[in-house]
């Protein structure tokens, strides 16, 4: 995360914020460890909410996530956020 933020900073971008799922840290994520990501959005729908909330708060702009997204991913997240939502995927790498 801090190599995509750098990478977007020196871009131009002006990063509002930094959210991440993290699976296994409570008795109910320890439960969902053995459960696939949703390949509809790759969150839960608790940090769905989280995000958006936070995005309406900052006003962000656009929403990136660090691993790619598949084309459906995208439109279903940009549609769930209310703005353009992207995945970088070795942005340091292709400058």
Do not use: W
Request: some cysteine; glycine content about 10%; overall charge negative.
């Amino acid at each position: 995360m801090d190599a995509v933020a750098t990478e977007l900073t020196a871009r131009g971008a002006r990063i509002v914020g930094r959210i991440t799922q993290r699976r296994g840290v409570s008795d109910g994520g320890v439960l969902k460890m053995a459960l696939p990501y949703s390949s509809r959005t790759l969150l839960s729908s608790g940090k769905i909410r989280e995000v958006a909330a936070h995005c309406d708060e900052t006003e962000a702009d656009v929403v990136v996530f660090v691993p790619a997204l598949t084309d459906r991913q995208q439109h279903v997240l940009t549609e769930i956020f209310e703005r353009p939502t992207v995945g970088v995927s070795g942005i340091t790498d292709t400058g």
